[in-house]
């Protein structure tokens, strides 16, 4: 007998929440906001429209079905299963934080505050749920099959990523490797940098479209749906042992970038995670590509 399926409600801790956590008391946060010039009522408004989404989402799940909730920094440690249906109920960002633990399952973006987010992840209001939850699961339901990223070491570790991927010294300075095609070796060229960045369409509305639009690149920024990824690297320092002829391209679904470390220790952060990296030593590779696996975001 399957399983029924299970709705998992995804949010993150609020302003409100943590700064009652630092100062103990609705008071006491006031008055450090107001020693500060801030006053603590928006900061609680959201705060409690965001508990009442929670609320409404809730109370819109099927009888039938199981329920749960996960907070964002205890997602590496929940269990997915494929009969889940995921309810992101915040921000854009909260959903990219999401989509790295998921393998397939359908998501709904939920904005918890309207007109203050983009709303490009998080495209319905909690009372939307009602109608889109019986609908998730069925296979002509309406959804955006959204390109992500993947990294690859040499070691195994793997990496996931809906926006992009970095590639570098977690303290972004200058990080010395070898770059090049995954699958032309011969062509990888040594470079110091302040690191490497590969993304998708869903990443190019946030940091590539800032890297994009400084350099005036005149590589075409990819959609979400776009079945490619564009990389940049980041202020390549051209001396006699490092060049700059590599530093900007696009990677069509079977190409890859490989860079082999020459640092003592670099990082991929995927979507800015920098509790859940992968940590690279001198000599290790890491291959760096799109992902079989997708976002299937609700329309």
């Known amino acids: 007998m399957s399983l029924a399926p299970r709705a998992v409600l995804v949010h993150r801790t609020s302003e409100y929440e943590e700064l009652l956590a630092r100062h103990g008391t609705h008071g006491q946060a006031e008055f450090f906001l107001a020693s500060r010039g801030r006053g603590i009522e928006d900061v609680a408004r959201r705060h409690h429209r965001t508990r009442q989404a929670l609320a409404d989402v809730a109370a819109a799940v099927p009888l039938s079905w199981r329920q749960s909730r996960v907070e964002r920094t205890d997602l590496d440690r929940f269990l997915f299963a494929p009969e889940d249906v995921v309810i992101v109920v915040g921000q854009d960002g909260l959903v990219a934080n999401t989509a790295k633990y998921l393998s397939g399952q359908p998501v709904v973006g939920i904005d918890t505050d309207p007109g203050r987010n983009p709303g490009v992840l998080v495209r319905h209001r909690a009372e939307d749920a009602r109608r889109l939850l019986p609908s998730a699961l069925s296979p002509t ?90 990389w940049f690297v980041r202020e390549a320092w051209p001396s006699p042992a490092t060049g700059t002829s590599l530093v900007a391209g696009v990677l069509g679904r079977s190409e890859g970038l490989r860079l082999v470390v020459e640092s003592d220790r670099l ?3 995927g979507d ?28």
């Open 272 to 299: 800015g995670i920098e509790s859940d990296a992968l940590e690279l030593t001198w000599g290790q590779s890491v291959s760096i590509g799109m992902a079989d696996t997708s976002l299937r975001l609700l329309h």
């Open 267 to 269: 990082v991929a952060l």
């Open 141 to 230: 339901a309406s959804v955006d099959e959204l390109t992500m990223v993947e990294a690859v070491a040499d070691d195994t570790q793997r990496l996931l990523a809906l926006n992009e991927i970095y590639v570098g010294r977690s303290s972004h300075q200058t990080a010395r490797y070898r770059l090049g095609p995954d699958a032309e070796p011969a062509r990888a060229e040594a470079q110091a940098s302040s690191g490497v960045l590969v993304g998708t369409g869903t990443g190019a509305t946030g940091w590539l479209r800032s890297l994009w639009q400084e350099r005036g690149s005149a590589v075409a920024l990819p959609g979400p749906a776009d079945p490619r990824l564009v």
